[in-house]
């Protein structure tokens, strides 16, 4: 399966101006590299301007959804969507949409792990739905958002449900750019997993963003990577065969002895 991803520098507080940059990033990719799959960064239709996300936020995706679909059948590809600022009922979500080559809806996800030091609880409501896999290409995946990185149980639980890759969408800060790349090392040996992650570049209220997105293959063998803080894309081929073999070879799943773990 051939990935595009999108290191993206979002335009902070302009949806419409990142919807146009993220229009004609998928149509040069699908003119020049023809991927199967591109992947978008977090909070890409706002960027983290919280304190302005009422009047920014999409509505229960009435704007974003079809954006995305159209771009999916289009083109004929799958689109992981990063993930935008979002009300529905009475709160603000951080959500993640999926779509096929059909241009339908396959996925949505809420990020459940609200980043204190960001003053994301202030601003943003945790989602509520367990960690779950989906499939394209009769392939099955998972996603995550930035900060659920950080929470190994989460990922744990997606990769026991069978996925193969797990994408991780984020706009992860340059401060703690470290943390950014062993913890994906740690989760894609730790699950047997590909990782393929889509971060931000650009800088938001003072925040650097890392970039350094990556795609990790099940053994924990860097296979691409961004450029430190820039705008950028990441081009790769990932061999789903490398997971079955990894998970004969070494067995993880099989020497587990959950019931010794407690809670």
């Known amino acids: 399966m051939k990935y595009a991803i999108y290191q993206m ?3 902070v507080a302009d949806p419409q101006a990142n919807r146009e940059k993220i229009k004609n990033w998928i149509e040069t990719q699908v003119n020049e590299n023809k991927p199967d799959t591109v992947v978008l960064p977090e909070m890409w239709n706002a960027g983290y301007a919280l304190d302005r996300l009422n009047g920014l936020a999409d509505n229960n995706g009435e704007t974003t959804i ?10 004929q590809i799958n689109i992981i969507g990063g993930s935008i600022a979002n009300k529905k009922g009475n709160g603000i979500y951080n959500t993640s949409y999926v779509f096929n080559r059909e241009g339908e809806l396959v996925h949505q996800y809420d990020k459940m792990h609200l980043v204190p030091m960001l003053d994301e609880p202030k601003y943003l409501n945790g989602g509520q739905s367990k960690g779950a896999v989906f499939e394209l290409d009769n392939v099955k995946m998972g996603i995550v958002i930035c900060y659920d990185l950080r929470f190994p149980e989460l990922m744990r639980a997606i990769a026991l449900q069978g996925a193969e890759v797990i994408h991780i969408v984020a706009q ?3 401060a ?18 590909y990782i393929i992650s889509a971060n931000s570049s650009g800088t938001c209220n003072g925040t650097d963003f890392a970039g350094e997105s990556m795609v990790i ?7 691409a990577s961004g450029h430190p803080e820039t705008e950028t894309t990441i ?6 065969t490398k997971v079955a073999e990894i998970r004969k070879n070494i067995p993880v799943f099989k020497s587990r002895v959950p019931n010794l773990y407690g809670e």
Not at 217 to 223: A, I, K, M, R
């Open 9 to 11: 520098d979002v335009v």
């Open 66 to 75: 079809p954006f995305l679909s159209d771009l999916a059948k289009k083109h």
């Open 172 to 174: 992860w800060p340059t």
């Open 176 to 193: 703690r750019k470290d943390h950014w790349k062993f913890l994906q090392y740690a989760r894609a040996i730790e699950n047997q997993c």
């Open 217 to 223: 293959n099940p053994s924990g063998e860097l296979v």
């Open 235 to 240: 081009n790769a081929s990932i061999d789903l």
